[in-house]
Structure formats: structure tokens, C-alpha cells
T-cell receptor, first 110, second 114 residues
Framework: DAKTTQPNSMESNEEEPVHLPCNHS???????IHWYRQLPSQGPEYVIH???SNVNNRMASLAIAEDRKSSTLILHRATLRDAAVYYC???????????FGKGTKLTVNP | GAGVSQSPRYKVAKRGQDVALRCDPI?????LFWYQQALGQGPEFLTY????????KSGLPSDRFFAERPEGSVSTLKIQRTQQEDSAVYLC????????????FGSGTQLSVL
């Protein structure tokens, strides 16, 4: 199984960009990289996923390193509502299940 | 549209009591997952269904845990003879595709075993 390393916590100021890093050096060539976030007292929420190319959607951008050993989730303008735990999850060799780690707790300061 | 619905939202059980937690996935979603989340930890996988078939139950912590999805829609997670270490939030998620990349989670059932 691919292992991930994320910082335990990060802080940002409102309306500034946030770059959330993730190392997944043991990822295999066919594993997608998923990002979910979990707001307090809620279930996790899908943010974005990708395989090799950088991806953008209305919530965020995902920048994937060329060697795929790391990726960065980019929130272009953080808001207070973006305060959450962010999980980086490589898919597990084609397995259906997603294996969550401890994630990064993002604090957004007004 | 309706999301994944879980009930009850909160459950308090006495040690040794049996509990049943319900998950209503999004209509038409093929895949259904159960996760357990202890305080301050990430969700831990319990089991996975594809329609009514339970394809992976490797995460169930003991034979006191049992899940079913008899008609391929609603699912029930049953815990027999609850123990204090079973106290956690139980999350259900569903996905449209057979190899869904996007899971939709419910808000969970918070189980407290006294």
C-alpha cells in the first residue's frame, strides 16, 4: 500500500493561497491521488483527484510532481469555511477502498 | 438532491447491548462503504459492498461487527455486545460507479458505549 506523509497542521490567512503538500513516494503507476477534506462534525467531502496531469476544479487545484512521488493541493483564496482536515489518499493498487491517514489540519485566520 | 443519510445521528448504548446503524446511500449508487472514526483520527475502512455483494470486509475489527445490504440499497451495520472501545463515529459513503473515484459521505452516527 502507498504510504503518505502530510504535515499535521498548517495555518493560513483568509483570502491568501494555501499549498497543502503530500508525499507518496511508494505510489504505483496506476494509483490515483485523491484529496478529501473533513469539516468539524461532518463526514469527509471529496475535493479533487488526479493521476498524472495537474487538475483544476471549482474547489481547488491539484499539482502532481512529474515523478508522482508528491502532490500539492492548492486553495487559491482560503476562506474561513476552508478550515478542515485535509486528507491525501493514493488509491490502493486498484482496490475500491480509500485508506485515510491523519491528514493536515488547516486553520484559516481572519 | 438528497445526500447519504445515516441514522441515528447519535446513539448511546450500555456495554453489552446490540446496536444497528442505518445508511441510506444516494439513489442509484452501486458502491457502499462503512468507516469507523475514533476521536482525533482519520476514518478507518470497515467494509465495502458492490450492490448487495459484500466484497471486502477486511476492516471489521471482530466477529461482533456485521454489515448487510440485502437489496443493494440501504445498508445496516450491526454491532453485537458493544464494548467501550467501539465508541466512535461510524461513517457511510456511497459511490455511483463500480470503480468510483468520488465517494459521498454521510454525517455519521456517533456511538457512545457506556
Amino acid at each position: 500500500d502507498a504510504k503518505t506523509t502530510q504535515p499535521n497542521s498548517m495555518e493560513s490567512n483568509e483570502e491568501e493561497p494555501v499549498h497543502l503538500p503530500c508525499n507518496h513516494s511508494t505510489i504505483s503507476g496506476t494509483d490515483y491521488i485523491h484529496w478529501y477534506r473533513q469539516l468539524p462534525s461532518q463526514g469527509p467531502e471529496y475535493v479533487i483527484h488526479g493521476l498524472t496531469s495537474n487538475v483544476n476544479n471549482r474547489m481547488a487545484s491539484l499539482a502532481i510532481a512529474e515523478d508522482r512521488k508528491s502532490s500539492t493541493l492548492i486553495l487559491h483564496r482560503a476562506t474561513l469555511r476552508d478550515a478542515a482536515v485535509y486528507y491525501c489518499i493514493p488509491s490502493q493498487g486498484g482496490s475500491e477502498k480509500l485508506v485515510f491517514g491523519k491528514g493536515t489540519k488547516l486553520t484559516v485566520n481572519p | 438532491g438528497a445526500g447519504v443519510s445515516q441514522s441515528p445521528r447519535y446513539k448511546v448504548a450500555k456495554r453489552g447491548q446490540d446496536v444497528a446503524l442505518r445508511c441510506d446511500p444516494i439513489s442509484g449508487h452501486v458502491s457502499l462503504f462503512w468507516y469507523q472514526q475514533a476521536l482525533g483520527q482519520g476514518p478507518e475502512f470497515l467494509t465495502y459492498f458492490q450492490n448487495e455483494a459484500q466484497l471486502d470486509k477486511s476492516g471489521l475489527p471482530s466477529d461482533r461487527f456485521f454489515a448487510e445490504r440485502p437489496e443493494g440499497s440501504v445498508s445496516t451495520l450491526k454491532i453485537q455486545r458493544t464494548q467501550q472501545e467501539d465508541s466512535a463515529v461510524y461513517l457511510c459513503a456511497s459511490s455511483l460507479a463500480l470503480r468510483g473515484r468520488k465517494l459521498f459521505f454521510g454525517s455519521g452516527t456517533q456511538l457512545s458505549v457506556l
